[in-house]
Structure formats: C-alpha cells, structure tokens
C-alpha cells in the first residue's frame, strides 16, 4: 500500500494543492503553501510555510531534496514553468516564470530572479539581489553574466519530463515492504 503525502496544517495555515499537483509520499509539505495545477514535489522536499506564504505556480517542479522556506517579511513566490533543482535551497524570494534554479544553489531573501533567468549549480544568490531576466547568475556569491543563458527549450524540455514523471509516479509508484 503506498503511503500519502505528508502535508500538515499549522494552526490556521492551511496548504492548498491542486488535485493535478503531486507530491511525493516523502515530500513534506506544512502551513501556508500553495501549490498550482501540474506542480511536482520530489522526494526528501520541505515547503515549510510557517511564518509567511509559498506560491508555486502551474507545471513547477520542486526535485529531491529542496527546502522551500518563507518569512513573515518576504513570501517565496516560485513562478510557472520553472524548474527547482535537487538540494536547492529558496528561501523568501521572487522566482519569475521559466526559471533554472540549479541543483545546490540557494536563493536568499529578499532576491528576485527574473523571467528565464539561470541560477549555476551551487551558486549563492544573497539577500536583496537581482538576477535580470534571461541572465545566469553563477559562483559564490553569484555574479550576474546577462545573456548566457542555457540553450533554448532546455527548461521547458524539463519542466515536460517532470510533469510526465509525476503522471507516470502517480499511477505506478507503490510500497513494496
């Protein structure tokens, strides 16, 4: 029998999921959290929405790993089509639509990523920057290169591959102990 998701309320902090969304069975999700039609959430993710709001808009994958956290002062606001790498970190941020955010890499409060823009595995975006649209942002702390970004169609190759892989997890994944 496999296992439910774990989502948990806090107090009056409840998440809302869309019924098209998945979370994985190992995937933590608690408080204010919201996540959109075609979101995935991966195995061994936080989404902890305990003194402010997560948003993650339609067709977003959350891989394995990822802590996604808020504060009362700066929501974490993950737009549509982006792709959130295993063991990233994001934590009270702006993340607009179609966005990288490279495995490893930590997006800190009150840091805004432009649309289709790229954050390197493992860089380190600090608090308060910008990464402008389509740029890359890379290094620790990261520097901003503008018009390096990675090769077109490359995170919509993946943001597809994801949502075709919580399909399949969906109707395939079962408990075998």
Partial sequence: MLAVMTVYAL??????????AYVHP???VIGAVTLAAGVSVWPGAVLRGDYGTIS????TNIQDGTVVHCTPIHP????????VGH????????IEDSCLIASGSVVLNGATVGRGAVVGAGAVV??????PERAMALGVPARVREGH?????HV???VAMYRANADYYRDALREIR
Wanted: contains cysteine; charged residues 25%; hydrophobic residues 40%.
């Fill in 76 to 83: 974490t606001v993950i737009g549509a089509g982006c792709v």
């Fill in 126 to 131: 600090p608090f308060d920057a910008v990464v």
């Fill in 149 to 153: 970004v990675v090769a077109e169609g």
């Fill in 56 to 59: 993650v808009g339609e067709n």
């Fill in 87 to 94: 063991n990233a970190h994001v934590e009270g941020a702006i």
């Fill in 26 to 28: 190992d995937a933590v």
């Fill in 11 to 20: 107090g009056d902090r409840e998440p809302d999921i869309h019924e098209t």
């Fill in 156 to 158: 919509e190759r993946n």
